[in-house]
């Protein structure tokens, strides 16, 4: 009989997930599953950290690289290849594990997603357009005088969020909060979630946030921007984003010393870390149906 139980293991960046999911896949007879949004994209190994060789080669590990850095990877599409991937885990008599630190992908998977209709190509140009005229502050500005609940969820310079919100409110006349608040669509019926969330000591986790980014410029993360850059990438895709990215583009135009972008990088690592603790305490921790274990660091396993 096919189990039902899939493992979920959350956290912030550089707590320590990978790792864990890698041990308990070696343990349980497991394969590993990636839910984060910026471990699809191929292009992106070194600055995601994305599993290495060794680990690759001791359990298999599905959505990893998968998409271009020129496509768009939505939270639609990852959760149902997602599904696929369970499935198929469980038909080969193997333990699911699902590890990341994109919020929205496994509360998705957990709960199910909402049916929000689809959004006129002509309002997705607008959007993207007054984006453009008015700046990420500019925008947030705007969506917090109509849409406060969603504009309170957002950083200004998160622009891919921001513009999924004003379009979902222009095209729908409502908030993308109240249309992700209403009973999800399609729930997972044949699942049973076991939740592992890791909330290390900030001092720890900032200080891992910093020395992995050193490790990363060490293992040739500019040489894979100059690759990212080579591409003529459009300027709205989310690998763009990545952290490290940005700084390490400006290092690398000249505007940067790499002493500075190394260090601003940093900052947006650690900023980043502290928002997905505030994510995980508040919107998984605090409101999950499904049984919750927080560690403050891995267990030696």
């Not at 720890?204 to 990363?216: I, K, S, T």
């Not at 995980?280 to 605090?286: E, K, S, V």
Request: a positive charge.
């Amino acid at each position: 009989m096919i189990s039902r139980t899939v493992v979920i293991i959350a956290g912030p960046t550089a707590s320590g997930k990978s790792g864990l999911a890698l041990a308990l896949a070696e343990r349980l007879n497991g394969e590993v599953i990636n839910a984060d949004s910026m471990q699809l994209y191929h292009e992106l190994s070194v600055l995601t950290a994305r599993p290495g060789r060794a680990a690759l080669a001791a359990v298999p590990h599905r959505l990893y690289g998968v998409s271009s850095a020129s496509e768009r990877y939505s939270v639609a599409r990852w959760r149902d290849q997602a599904l696929i991937a369970i499935a198929e885990t469980q038909a080969a008599g193997r333990v699911p594990i699902v590890v990341g630190g994109t919020g929205l992908y496994l509360r998705a998977l957990m709960a199910g997603l909402a049916e929000i209709p689809e959004i006129p190509p002509e309002i997705r140009a607008a959007a993207q357009a007054r984006f453009l005229a008015l700046g990420g502050a500019g925008l947030h500005a705007e969506l917090a005088r109509q849409d406060p609940a969603t504009a309170g969820r957002l950083n200004p310079s998160d622009r891919q969020r921001l513009i999924r919100a004003w379009e979902v409110l222009t095209a729908t006349g409502r908030s993308l909060t109240d249309w992700l608040a209403e009973a999800p669509a399609r729930p997972p019926p044949d699942l049973d979630f076991t939740v592992v969330v890791l909330d290390p000591p900030r001092p720890a986790l900032y200080e891992a946030c910093n020395g992995r980014f050193l490790a990363m410029i060490e293992a040739g993360a500019l040489d894979e921007v100059r690759r990212l850059d080579a591409l003529g990438l459009a300027p709205d895709r989310p690998a763009l984003k990545a952290l490290g990215v940005p700084e390490l583009r400006r290092h690398l135009t000249g505007e940067l010393a790499l002493t500075q972008a190394v260090a601003l990088a940093q900052q947006a690592t650690r900023n980043y870390a502290k928002r997905q603790v505030t994510w995980f305490r508040h919107q998984l921790i605090d409101t999950s149906e499904w049984p919750i274990t927080v560690l403050r660091e891995p267990p030696k396993l």
